[in-house]
């Protein structure tokens, strides 16, 4: 393969000037670390943004959306490729300004999940980078993961657990955080919700309640600039039967067969107004056939 | 002295008239056979000489030499003993060899002298009526099957001693089967039993309506079997034609109901997951008709489709594309219709619970394999597909009934009819049987209709067959809807039933 610059695999040691400030002072830091693109800022505001893979639409959403309110902010994001929470993580963040960096648990060419080609590309072409501390060419194994979860934690001044089962990767990392003397701040959910509870253990054990995204700003002392969020909101008039399909929308995924039986409509018709709400922008197909609403409108 | 008498030989669907030609000529005694018999026909010459012996007739001591023409086709199957005994009584004197002309024969012997049932009747009697047949003597077992061929005289058969009888007297003989004009409706499971789902009933009303494959996706117990086995029941009825065509294949198999050979209602094929690619597509050397043929104009039901082995599922693809398939062999290829609608069931995942993460325990990696066990050109052929969720308590204990089979498909029918209408010109019947030039012709959008399907086409970057598969059903909608031209409704429906996309699953 042709070498271009933004595949060129850079190794510095721990002695090195470049090698992150951040990451000199932890316990047990790295004695190299190779990387490509680039590193994180010394100086930005970072968060690392983690969770479970198999996350819930709740918690892809909510991913996508911290990450992109935080990088708007310019705050860069920090997460671990994996799919489901990592992946939104990473592409909230390329929606936004600042770069956004992977940290692999394998060489930095492999990518790992294979299925995340498209996104490692994205970060690179986005002046962002990819982390890791093992040579390249090392195939991802299940013991590197958790070591990796350190580097995570490291390069960042806060961690956001997103979703997290009771026994989670995503809990090593926070326990990293909190050895590494990091904020640590966690999503709350529904009470019931099984990928909730490891998050809300972290609550209860003196995690910060990321309620919302503007509260995480407050640790780098940022004020919000402008609210783009109150920006976007969509100004649409929905005819009234589609007021009332969107009434029945939240953000838990709620299926045709349900939304048919509160609204009374015919199974057509019902279907044809959630397909317009979709391409509005007001509601995701999440599945086949399930519904949630992602945005508000005025 | 020569005598010869017609059979058939079929291959694949096809029927090949033989002639059984016998010759009793002085020489050592010997019994040969030419003219490319399998083994199972070679055979034919030791129960017909014991079967003869045990009827009291004896074969002269003389050269006997049987002779299928033409020699070219492989002779196969057991049908081929009656011919060969009646050919051989006359080539030695006992019958006279002009009772045999314009006779076409089929039938297994036994070694006692009974004449048992063979498969392929049907298709036969059909092609002794094209031939200009006198009559057609078949064993009794198949007399039923026979006599559906109207305009040709059918004998039925139970010993070699009436086979003679009739042969020399055929006036003699009279059916005594009794033809009940068919009144008991198949009972196909109804709709009504199903509580809930209205999704999904209106997902497989619209399937039904236009032909279209479905497939059904819901966790375990939500009733995607139930639901499935309920679709044959909303199909049109038969008509007599296609009935007698399907009774042909049935008899071709030697799968036809006892008693009632003619098929009256839809195939519904339910193949275990073990099934061999073969067995779906019919094998052989001579090959057999397959559960795709089996299924021909009614359902191929695949439950738990990733559990099926990939290289039995790849061969549904070019069937389903060309409802017909065309198997390759040494002894030739065979053609056999497929015309079916392809009902699939599965589980969105290993333990079957994705995406309810609270139940839901394999991880990322086991889901992905689970659902990428299909293949993407496979899902891209089904062109609705729906999730069946689980039931609630409620709902399973609403009193009231679902909508009964018999309204839905009154429903059905209309909606075949203006589709039967439309397709008058071209050799298609069913929406979902559109080629791409006609789905230009006939599938029509209102303006309103093609912004909303420029926008969909960007926002769910979706393929060009893709494409065609949404128009195709948004057809269907808009003819249940009785509406000639597409609106906007009926392909912001026909969306969101589209083909399975597995980029957006996990």
């Known amino acids: 393969m042709e070498e271009t610059h933004d595949s ?125 501390e093992y040579p390249p060419g090392t195939q991802a194994l299940p013991m590197f993961f958790p070591a990796r979860n350190r580097i995570i934690s490291g390069l960042a001044d806060v961690v956001l657990v997103v979703e997290a089962r009771e026994r989670s990767g995503s809990l090593i990392t926070a326990n990293y955080a909190l050895e590494q003397g990091k904020s640590v701040y966690a999503l709350p ?17 003196g995690a910060g309640i990321a309620y919302c995204p503007e509260i ?83 | 002295m020569f005598a010869s008498v017609l059979t058939a030989a079929i291959h694949g669907m096809e029927v090949y008239p033989v002639r059984v030609e016998a010759d009793v000529s002085n020489g050592l005694p010997s019994f040969t056979m030419v003219g490319f018999p399998s083994a199972q026909v070679k055979e034919a010459q030791d129960r017909v000489r014991t079967a003869l012996r045990n009827n009291g007739i004896n074969l002269p001591p003389k050269r006997v030499t049987v002779n299928f023409a033409p020699t070219d086709i492989k002779k196969e199957g057991a049908g081929f003993d009656m011919p060969v005994a009646a050919s051989v009584l006359a080539a030695s004197g006992i019958i006279s060899p002009n009772v045999l002309e314009g006779v076409m024969l089929a039938g297994e012997l036994s070694l006692n002298g009974e004449i048992h049932g063979v498969s392929g009747i049907l298709p036969m009697a059909v092609r002794a009526r094209e031939l200009g047949c006198r009559y057609c003597m078949v064993p009794y077992h198949n007399l039923r099957e026979g006599a559906l061929v109207p305009g040709l005289e059918v004998i039925g058969v139970r010993t070699l001693r009436e086979m003679i009888t009739y042969l020399e007297e055929p006036g003699r003989f009279r059916s005594d089967v009794a033809y009940e004009e068919e009144s008991c409706v198949p009972n196909h499971a109804d709709f009504s039993e199903i509580k809930g789902q209205e999704g999904a009933r209106r997902a497989v009303e619209i399937a039904v309506s236009g032909f279209h494959n479905i497939l059904l996706i819901g966790p375990p ?35 036809l109901p006892e008693g009632n050979p003619l098929i009256r209602s839809r195939p519904f094929r339910s193949p275990h997951h073990t099934c061999t690619p073969l067995a779906l597509t019919g094998g052989g050397r001579n090959p057999r008709p397959g559960e795709i043929t089996l299924a021909h104009r009614g359902v191929l039901f695949l439950d738990e489709m990733p559990e099926f082995s990939r290289r039995s599922l790849e061969t549904l693809r070019q069937p389903l594309e060309d409802k017909e398939i065309c198997l390759s062999r040494a002894g030739g290829s065979f053609r056999f219709p497929a015309n079916f609608i392809l009902a699939a069931a599965m589980n969105p995942c290993p333990c079957g619970f994705y995406p309810d993460m609270n139940r839901c325990h394999c991880t990322a990696g086991e889901v992905s394999h689970y659902i990428g066990k299909i293949s993407q050109p496979l899902l891209d052929r089904i062109d609705i597909c729906t999730e069946v969720p689980a039931v609630t308590f409620s709902q399973m204990n609403q009193p009231s009934e679902g909508e009964s089979s018999a309204r839905i498909r009154s429903r059905v029918q209309h909606a075949r009819e203006i589709q039967l209408a439309r397709y008058a010109g071209e050799n298609i019947s069913f929406n979902g049987e559109l080629q791409g030039r006609q789905i230009r012709k006939y599938c029509p959008l209102s303006p309103e209709a093609e912004r909303l399907m420029s926008r969909a086409f960007e926002k769910m970057e979706f393929s060009a067959r893709s494409y065609h598969r949404i128009l195709k059903v948004a057809r269907t909608i808009a003819d249940m809807d009785k509406s000639a031209q597409i609106c906007a409704d009926h392909i912001a429906e026909a969306l969101t039933y589209r083909s399975f996309d597995k980029k957006y699953w996990v």
């Open chain 2, 221 to 255: 117990g939500s009733g995607k079997t139930m639901i499935a086995r309920r679709i044959p029941g909303i199909m049109p009825e038969l008509t007599y034609e296609e009935g007698l065509e399907l009774t042909k294949i049935y008899s071709i198999a030697g799968q």
């Open chain 1, 8 to 132: 060129i695999i850079h190794c510095i040691d721990r002695n090195s000037r470049e090698f992150p400030e951040k990451l000199k002072n932890i316990p047990n830091s790295p004695k190299c670390i190779y990387y490509t693109g680039r590193l994180p800022e010394d100086r930005s505001p970072t968060i690392a943004i983690v969770g479970a893979r198999m996350c819930s639409t709740y918690g892809r959403i909510q991913a996508f959306e911290f990450a992109q309110f935080l990088s708007r902010s310019g705050v860069q994001v920090i997460s671990g490729l994996a799919r489901g929470i990592d992946s939104e993580a990473h592409k909230g963040a390329l929606e936004g300004d600042t770069p956004t960096f992977a940290v692999l648990g394998s060489g930095v060419d492999v990518c790992y999940p294979a299925g995340s080609r498209s996104l490692y590309q994205r970060i690179l072409k986005n002046a962002g980078g990819i982390i890791s």
């Open chain 1, 216 to 298: 995480l700003l407050g640790e780098w002392g940022i004020s919000k600039k402008n609210n783009k969020k109150t920006q976007e909101k969509n100004k649409i008039r929905l005819a009234s039967d589609m007021k009332l399909v969107y009434s029945c929308l939240d953000l838990r995924p709620k299926n045709l067969d349900e939304i048919i039986r509160k609204t009374g409509f015919t199974p057509g018709k019902t279907s044809s107004l959630l397909m317009e709400l979709k391409l509005l922008g007001l509601a995701a197909e999440v599945g086949r056939q399930n519904y949630v609403a992602i945005n508000e409108y005025d």
């Open chain 1, 189 to 205: 959910g529904a009470v019931n919700d099984a990928l909730s509870q490891g998050c809300h253990r972290l609550i209860y054990d």
